[in-house]
């Protein structure tokens, strides 16, 4: 069960105190406080768990500082969407806002290379008008000998680069927590020229000392990959390890899934999950079409598969779409034969823009105007 307070309720109130004295007393229940800081309020949610089935939701409601209560089931308590549950989605970071409405595109570099090709990227994007990319400086590689990122070495160049062309975030790989201190370090030590979204990567969705340590911090907000061979519940069991630890700022990717059944794509392309994660939880959903195509085949009508399968997940209303390019396709360290070329960009933004008010359109269709035809 779930108790919201009142927006903006102060933990010294007298209100607060006998409303947490009540909770706190209520047998075989134990209580975890969340407080969640919107653009204008304070938000504190109570999670009661343990032996709630007993419990009176209208005796709870009437408590002082409670402004409503949620039965909620045992799957993603937190990120989850419940009967009942009117709480908005979404999160805003370095002036840019995610939920389950709305759409970022972060079209960039798989891994970083130099400093030309990152500057070659972020000035294309920014002449474009785009304020995000990806840039993964730690890259996790199946064969140990390959190029394994930089490393913090390059966070200096990236992150100043980031601010010179007005990058406000970037998805970024971390593998180890190690990693989450040496961002923050170098974008302290700079000033905070730009932001970083954390992403775990498909390999390790299910690293929980990982996820816990990242769901620990409340700077940085996360993007989660689900993991290629583990089902989609698994997988969203993994963003509620971020939430529980303390950060519910999770966006949830979808990057195809590892199957001979998805060839000649890398991967078995996913985004028919898109709407199903919008029901299930309340995460922005972002689809990663490059790592599920994987291939810079076209098809006759002109167009690469990877920007149509880039058209089917925002069409379906994703939030986020994660994109490689390259200025140089064949030079690139990691994953060039997927990526895009620079002369590409302008019309894959323009198309996805044009599919994210089709997916507008479309939502208009089967609403009535008392709201969404009912399930
Ligand atoms: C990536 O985004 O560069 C990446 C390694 O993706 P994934 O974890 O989905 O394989
Ligand atoms: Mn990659």
Redesign the pocket.
Known sequence: MLAILHPDTPLDSEAYRETLHFLENLPGVTLRVHEIQGAKQKLTEIYLLGETKPLDKDEIAALPAVERVIRISDDYRILGRHHDDLRQNGFSYNGVSFDQNNLNIFAGL??VDNQEHVDIMMRALSEQGQHCT?M?AY??RTNPYSFQGHGKGCLPWVFETAGKHGIKVI?M?ITHESHIEEIDNCLEKLGRPTGVML??????TQNFELLKSIGRQRIYPVLL??G?GITLNESLNAAEYLASEGNANVVF?L??MKTDAGQPHRNMVDFAHVPTVKRLTRMPVCI?P??SVGTRDRAPDGLLEVVHATAQGVIAGANMV?A?FHPKPEKAL??GPQALHMRELPAFLADIQLCHETWKKRRNLYTTDEGPQPA
Do not use: I, W
């Open positions: 798989c891994a990806r993964g890259k996790p998805a790989e992403q775990v990567g498909t390999r390790n990959k689900r290629f990717c990057r195809g990663d490059s790592h994660l490689d990691v994953d």
